[in-house]
């Protein structure tokens, strides 16, 4: 009997060298130093002048573009040398964009990521031990004092629920055109969108259908950015809310003859 039998071959077998092994350890040892890095040669735009200059620059032309300091630039870049998103030419002493680099610079996925890990995660992963031994969202703290994320959405800071709503939209959005082929095949009239969020979905699904009824169940602070986010818009007229907590164990759902849930 396999303790794992869904796993790949992939996962069981070990693939690198030592020397590579090695490396990867060393990478996650100072993983949260690579992150910090990384997102401020992005922020201060050092691998947007690295990926728009090809002959490269030296860290003097660097300073003199980003009017940081010599030190910032050589601390940045340096470290970069290191975690592989930039590359030198040792003879010039030039910088420029790695196929990394590139990525971390372009990559929409990779952006999302890294702003929703900065500006929700960072912080609050620091408790992680704690999160796990105690089962409860201890990090939480170092965003408000809600019992979980969901209850506090419509209070974060607006670069937190940006970011926070830039990873959620990201993924979610790219799997609306499957879901509606699902949703809508048996031609639903009343549908019941648990957890509608911010009513994407929901603008999707009245869109889809001039003949569906939407109704949202979420939590209040979450049917209130909801309403901000459909109003105006076509089908809104259609959608209509129930505010509810799912984790309330008396929480009851709407009453009504319900095509989809």
Known sequence: ?????????????EHMSAGEAQRLAQFIAWAPMV??????????????L????QDGLTQDELVERTKLSAYTIKILVEASLSIGTVLVDEETGRFSLSKTGWFLLTDDSTRV?????????????????????NEKPEGLKTLGSWPTIYEGLSQLPEDVQKSWFGFDHFYSDHSFDEALKIVFAHNPQQLMDVGGNTGRF????VNHSNNVQVT?????????????NIQGKPGAERIGDYPANMLDENTKLPQGEWDVI
């Open 1 to 13: 009997m396999h303790l794992f039998p869904a796993l790949s071959k992939k996962y069981c077998q």
């Open 35 to 48: 992150f910090q890095v990384s997102r401020l040669m992005v922020k201060f735009g050092i691998l947007d």
């Open 50 to 53: 690295l990926r728009d200059n």
């Open 113 to 133: 990521n890294m702003d929703f890990n900065h500006d929700v995660n960072y912080r609050g992963l620091f408790y992680l031990e704690e999160a796990l031994k």
């Open 202 to 205: 929901a603008l999707r699904c």
């Open 216 to 228: 949202i169940v979420d939590l209040p602070g979450q049917i209130g950015m909801m309403r901000n």
